[in-house]
Each structure stands twice: as structure tokens, then as C-alpha cells.
T-cell receptor, first 113, second 115 residues
């Protein structure tokens, strides 16, 4: 089955700790995206990548970092500089063309201990 | 710049009655418009999309939406609500001018279906 997987489903972060969220897709999509969702709000774009070894900041990139070493993988690291990391994180992918439909993974909920 | 406004943060309907979720957008160019549904603690699922073809778009699970350029609206409807329709719904716009296929999300409408 083709799709997007995210792991873990729940993640706990201690103060000062960096944590990495995994996103893998087997849809052969060129573009991948990370969004943050807070309660009662729409999604906000953190980072996106249109092609391997290239990525751009979205609207709320501060305190986050990404890499795109493989087409199918786009991990997100939440660094200790992100002072309010508690949120639901969603990964998406698309074929990469302008206005192409984005398909979403099941999400990771990050909680701070 | 593009923006999306979902006019109702919560909608409550009885099972078997019609559902209407309202969405207005602003866009500098000819937009693509989407409706996504999100069940609790799940990812977003695409319901339907408009990409400058027919203005009445049919989606999955009996949903449809009508693109009205003069009103800058893209309202979502379903003739008869089912209990499984209880979820949050997002109206989304993608603008031709946005680099990298960036989407702009509305704030969401939470739908409650009463038996």
C-alpha cells in the first residue's frame, strides 16, 4: 500500500532536549512538507522540500530543522530553541507541481515533560 | 497574499439532515481550492478539490462543493449527515503565485452530528 508514515505516534520531550520526528513516503512524490497544528487552529507550514538535498523555511521555521537526504524521507528535528513545542505535527507530500494535491500522514503528537 | 476564512468554527446537525460548511477565500490569481477532513488524532484526508474545471465538485462520502468566483466562496455541502461525518473540516487554498505549492488553511469547522 502506498502512503505516508509518521513515527512515533506520541513523543515526549524533556527540557533542553532535541527530538526527531520521522516521515517516510512510498508514493514517489518529489515534494514533502511539515506542518504544525495547535488546538482549534489550522495548519501552519514549518519547512518544505521540493527536491532531494534542498529545502525551504515555511512560516514558523524557528526552533526546527530538517534534512532531505533521500526522496522518501523528510525528518523534522524539534530543537531546544523551540520554546513551545507541544503540538500535533503533520507531514505531507505531493508530486511537486504547482497546486498539486498534498497527501497527509497520520501525525505525531509531541508533549513536553 | 492568499487567505481563507471559515465562517463557522462549530456546526451542529442532526443525523439525516443537510450539512453546510462555509468558506470564503482571497487570492491574487486563479486558485486551487480543497476541502480536507480530520478525525480526532488523525491526519487530514482529502474530500475534494477544485482546479478550474467544473465549478460544482463532487467528492468522497457524498460531499460536494461549489466554486463561486463572484462571491469568492467554496462552500461544502452534504444532503444527509451521517454519524461518521463528525470531524473537523478544513478549507484550503493553493495559489498559482505561491512558490513550492504552499497551502493556506482556514481555521477549521468542527462538525457535531446528533442522533
Amino acid at each position: 500500500d502506498g502512503g505516508i508514515t509518521q513515527s512515533p505516534k506520541y513523543l515526549f520531550r524533556k527540557e533542553g532536549q532535541n527530538v526527531t520526528l520521522s516521515c517516510e513516503q512510498n508514493l514517489n512524490h518529489d515534494a514533502m512538507y511539515w506542518y504544525r497544528q495547535d488546538p482549534g487552529q489550522g495548519l501552519r507550514l514549518i519547512y518544505y522540500s521540493q527536491i532531494v538535498n534542498d529545502f525551504q523555511k515555511g512560516d514558523i521555521a524557528e526552533g526546527y530543522s530538517v534534512s532531505r537526504e533521500k526522496k522518501e524521507s523528510f525528518p523534522l528535528t524539534v530543537t531546544s530553541a523551540q520554546k513551545n513545542p507541544t503540538a500535533f505535527y503533520l507531514c505531507a507530500s505531493s508530486m511537486g507541481q504547482m497546486r498539486e494535491t498534498q497527501y497527509f500522514g497520520p501525525g505525531t503528537r509531541l508533549l513536553v515533560l | 497574499a492568499q487567505s481563507v476564512t471559515q465562517l463557522d468554527s462549530h456546526v451542529s446537525v442532526s443525523e439525516g439532515t443537510p450539512v453546510l460548511l462555509r468558506c470564503n477565500y482571497s487570492s491574487s490569481y486563479s486558485p486551487s481550492l480543497f476541502w480536507y477532513v480530520q478525525h480526532p488524532n488523525k491526519g487530514l484526508q482529502l474530500l475534494l478539490k477544485y482546479t478550474s474545471a467544473a465549478t460544482l465538485v463532487k467528492g468522497i462520502n457524498g460531499f460536494e462543493a461549489e466554486f463561486k468566483k463572484s462571491e469568492t466562496s467554496f462552500h461544502l455541502t452534504k444532503p444527509s449527515a451521517h454519524m461518521s461525518d463528525a470531524a473537523e473540516y478544513f478549507c484550503v487554498v493553493s495559489d498559482r503565485g505561491a512558490a513550492g505549492n504552499k497551502l493556506t488553511f482556514g481555521g477549521g469547522t468542527r462538525v457535531l452530528v446528533k442522533p
